[in-house]
């Protein structure tokens, strides 16, 4: 973040509303200074604490800090915290603008994304969730929504207020990292079945809806479907999801290796040194060169 220049809401023109949250709304700003385009997380102070959002707001700037500080040029792959600053009844976020939307409208639009297209954004996300992990910080709830596009149809993930950041005390033998949380977060369909049980907080979870994810942009609906919550939760402890048919054989392969029960277990739960290998390594991603990602044009969708 560029501490040393403050800002107010007057250094900016607010537009066009382009989302909108429990306690939050954000919107296309315009600094005047710079005619720099962002979006503008708005957040109510008073909602905030009507809804006991404290924590999840304070952990968000948290980690868009770190994320700031700890930028990898290899992996620009995040939404960034350009300014924070507050009026009486308002915090104001200012952040990256990402120009085409969420991933979720383009799966929505093209139905299901093509071979080539499918692995370059699986890449992109696996990048991600590399350098996240690496910090030390589990998102927790990674979902289409909060994977976001920019003008070049990068990826941005955003959305850090189920994060959590991880202290390597406590830690598990198998998959390193290991704490246990209070409290349900992320969103049912993507939600991994150690959050739902035992609360357990690990990098797998992330892994567990990264193979949602594929399923998702591979066939064009996430895996757990279902009328409500308690039944999507149900579909999930049984790992009861099918394959339509024309699904990428080596997609398959790979989200079957994502979505297993025990997180230990996963693709990647055991993988060493801020690299998934065995992920990079899998069939479905290995023609890429992952570490120039950021430096290619990205699939048209087809
Ligand atoms: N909606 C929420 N955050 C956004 C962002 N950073 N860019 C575009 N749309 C958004």
Redesign the pocket.
Known sequence: MQKQEKRTENDFIFGKL??EGSFSS?FLAKEIRSKHEY?A?ICSKHLIAQEKKIEQVLREKEVMTILNQAENKTAPFF?KLAYAFQSDANLYFI?????H??LLDLIKTVGNFDHESASFYTGEILRGLEHLHSLNIVHRDLKPENI?LDDRMHI?I?DFGSAKILEKVESDEATGDLLRSSSFVGTAQYVSPELLQEKKICYASDLWSLGCIIYQIVSGLPPFRSKSEYLIFKSILALNYEFPSGFFDDARDLVQKLLVLDASGRLGARDRGGRYCSVRNHTFLAHLNLDTLHLETPPIIT
């Open positions: 382009i989302g954000v979006a997380k939404v952040l990256s603008y990402c120009k939307g969420e976001l941005k955003s």
